[in-house]
């Protein structure tokens, strides 16, 4: 059963579609005021959830990042009926599986918020597999969110299997092979105190990324979760005059 308030969400509108991913641990409501934002300004908008998020933790053992993934393309497919244009734009693990994704299928540009590179050093990580057999569950680290408000209501869970760092882990290793491929537009998006993907992260992208139209925006006001953070309409605008900008000759709003 979906976490109430976690499900995902679509907002019918124009023929340019954006589809939301949301990050690691989290949910679509972490991508939702986003998606308010952009549908009010008339384009189609889906917020997916990933599998194994916004139930349980136990359901994240049942997963690996391949279907996280095809998450994500069951998402684009969903909206490729309704639109002609494809943006992708995540948040986070959702940034990673945005970059990987637009390596490999037809999207008209992508948007990566507070994506990380690489996982932090961890003397642990060469040992997780085995790590994992007798520690299977790791508890959440800190936050370090700016609008303590959006933070109470915030959905995440507390805990998961150690087996899920395995799969992020992989996971970035596939979207650092993939940076190279990435011919469409990218903007990323990175707030200069995110704490747990530090801004390093960002510039390690961009400077792999094959496009030779990327962005790198900073925001000065938020945590890790930008989009519900005190800079989100500034991302959220930003996110906009990108769209507006790299859409195809007729098909403006």
């Known amino acids: 059963m979906i976490i ?4 995902p969400f679509f907002f019918p509108g ?16 972490e991508m939702r005021w986003m998606g308010e934002y952009l549908g009010n300004l008339g384009y189609t908008v889906f917020g997916v959830r990933l ?17 996280w993934v095809t998450s994500v393309e069951d998402g684009y497919n969903l909206l490729k009926g309704w639109v002609d244009q494809v943006f992708v734009i995540g948040l986070s693990m959702g940034g ?26 961890d003397p642990r990580l060469p040992f997780i597999r085995i790590i994992s057999l007798f520690i299977p569950w790791v508890k959440q ?16 869970y507390p805990y998961f299997p150690t087996k899920a760092v395995i799969q992020l882990r992989d996971l970035l290793s596939e979207m650092r092979s993939a940076l190279p491929l ?12 995110d704490t747990g993907v530090v801004p390093r992260n960002a510039e390690q992208i ?10 790198l925006y900073w925001v000065e006001n938020s945590g890790h979760v930008i989009p519900r953070e005190p800079d989100r309409d500034l991302a959220f605008k930003t996110t906009h005059e990108f769209i507006e900008r790299v859409q195809s000759p007729g098909q403006a709003l």
């Open 206 to 215: 961009h400077s792999l990324l094959g496009s030779q139209d990327k962005q």
């Open 141 to 156: 680290g800190s936050s370090d969110w700016h609008n303590l408000e959006a933070a109470k209501d915030h959905i995440s």
């Open 14 to 29: 124009n023929r340019i579609g954006c589809l939301l991913i949301h990050g690691y641990t989290g949910a679509p409501k």
């Open 51 to 67: 599998a194994g998020h916004a139930t349980q933790p136990q359901d994240m053992l049942r997963t690996n990042w391949q279907d």
């Open 182 to 193: 990435v011919q469409v537009p990218v903007l990323l998006i990175h707030s200069r105190q």
């Open 4 to 7: 109430p308030t976690a499900e």
């Open 96 to 121: 990673i599986l945005s970059l990987l994704f637009a390596s490999q299928h037809p999207v008209s540009g992508v948007v990566a918020m507070s994506t990380p590179y690489a996982l932090p050093d």
